[in-house]
């Protein structure tokens, strides 16, 4: 698929919309339907996308599997970290009212960390599944 | 008038997705499409749940000003929502098993696996060799 221009061209046009879109999902996921697991799809298919067109040499290139592991433990990390603090700060697991100064605000800032983390991981997730499978021969090899 | 006697068509596009997906699982021999049509089978189930959480005019669950709100069920669709990572969670395991058994019998077609693993038996018959030797080992 690498010589095909209608491709190529297509994939460069369609990369970072696609990646917006997945922002947009994300952030309205406090209002109304949307969310981490959604976006985390969608921002993980463009970086798949990349990698079905210009192989999986130049979509490691892009996003390199270290920072790939890094990014899914983190996101998890992320999740769980939001309600050590809300733990620490003296309530329960998970309470978002005592992030902020107000209820209102300490939802919002849960909310959005919470949502970022489960994101984070989907994408990441999503990402390293397609890259075990499809470099699945040359860990053969080796 | 139509919608008396159809009934929701969401309940039909379930019943065709989940038929299509039962005669790929039996259907089919090769094994990717039978994940595949496992897959779809999923979509149709996630699909029957969330009409069962769907109302007419209902907004999302989020508390505001006015009392009256009709809000859909939230509860199919978080039931749902997990239903998908663990979609996805099982695809994955199943794919990994056709990669696995493709590197092992060099075909994912089950009448290929079948018949070799019928020739390993009869091979073991031949030599005096038996079954419960084998798993011994």
Redesign the interface.
């Known amino acids: 698929m690498h010589n095909n221009p209608i491709l190529r061209i297509s994939t460069k046009i369609l990369f970072a919309p696609i990646i917006l879109f997945g922002l947009y999902v994300q952030f309205h996921g406090d209002f109304g339907p949307g969310g981490g697991f959604q976006a985390g799809v969608i921002v993980a298919s463009a970086f798949i996308l990349y990698s079905l067109v210009f192989g999986i040499e130049a979509g490691k290139k892009l996003f390199p599997l270290n920072v790939n592991l890094i990014l899914l433990a983190f996101g998890g990390i992320l999740y769980g970290g939001v309600g050590i603090v809300s733990m620490i700060l003296g309530d329960e697991f998970l309470a978002y009212n005592i992030l902020g100064s107000s209820p209102q605000s300490g939802q919002h800032i849960g909310i959005l960390l919470v949502e970022f983390g489960v994101g984070l991981t989907v994408s990441n997730v999503m990402i390293a599944l397609f890259n075990a499978f499809a470099s699945y021969d040359k860990i053969k090899e080796k | 008038m139509i919608s008396s006697t159809v009934g929701i068509w969401n309940y039909w596009i379930v019943f065709c997705l989940m038929m299509i997906g039962l005669f790929l699982v039996i259907g089919r021999k090769n094994f990717l499409k039978k994940i595949v049509g496992l897959t779809i089978f999923q979509t149709s189930v996630f699909l029957l749940y969330i009409t069962f959480g769907k109302i007419k005019g209902g907004t ?1 669950p ?1 508390l505001n000003e006015s009392i009256n709100t009709i809000y859909s069920n939230p509860l199919p669709h978080v039931l749902i ?1 997990t239903a ?2 663990v979609g ?1 969670a099982t695809t ?1 395991l199943g ?2 098993l056709v ?1 696995r058994i493709n ?1 092992e019998y060099g075909s994912i077609e089950e009448d290929d696996v079948s018949a070799q693993d019928l020739v390993d038996y009869h091979d073991d018959i031949e030599t005096g060799k038996t079954l419960d030797l084998k798993f011994k080992k």
């Open positions: 999302p989020i929502l998908i990572v996805v994955a794919l990994s990669l590197s």
